[in-house]
Nanobody, 114 residues
Framework: QVQLVESGGGLVQAGESLRLSCAAS?????????MGWYRQAPGKQRELVAT???????KYADSVKGRFTIPRDNVKKTVSLQMNSAKPEDTGVYYC???????WGRGTQVTVSS
């Protein structure tokens, strides 16, 4: 059974940095799978934050371009989200996503205080 488990969420102040990680288990390799991060703020729909294809092509929401990056490590079977210059509007539950099926993690809470 494939699982995606997020970690690294928490409370930060505006302008600070935070790094989220997502570890895949129950799968031999993630090389052929696109992966990414979505988030859901209170009262809002889940939205795409960033994705990275199996070939390393990245895509970012306009709201995070230039502040967030999404590195992946196929050997460790992880994908991360480096969040720099955090803003209060980045607050939400962040979900890891894998393109096969697709797979979803349970989410990790990120709160950015002003």
């Amino acid at each position: 059974q494939v699982q995606l488990v997020e970690s690294g969420g928490g409370l930060v102040q505006a302008g600070e940095s935070l790094r989220l990680s997502c570890a895949a288990s129950g799968i031999f390799r993630i090389n052929g799978m696109d992966m990414g991060w979505y988030r859901q703020a209170p009262g809002k729909q889940r939205e795409l934050v960033a994705t990275i294809t199996s070939g390393g092509i990245t895509k970012y929401a306009d709201s995070v371009k230039g502040r967030f990056t999404i590195p992946r490590d196929n050997v460790k079977k992880t994908v991360s989200l480096q969040m720099n210059s955090a803003k209060p509007e980045d607050t939400g539950v962040y979900y890891c996503w894998g393109s096969i099926n697709p797979y979803w993690g349970r989410g990790t809470q990120v709160t950015v205080s002003s």
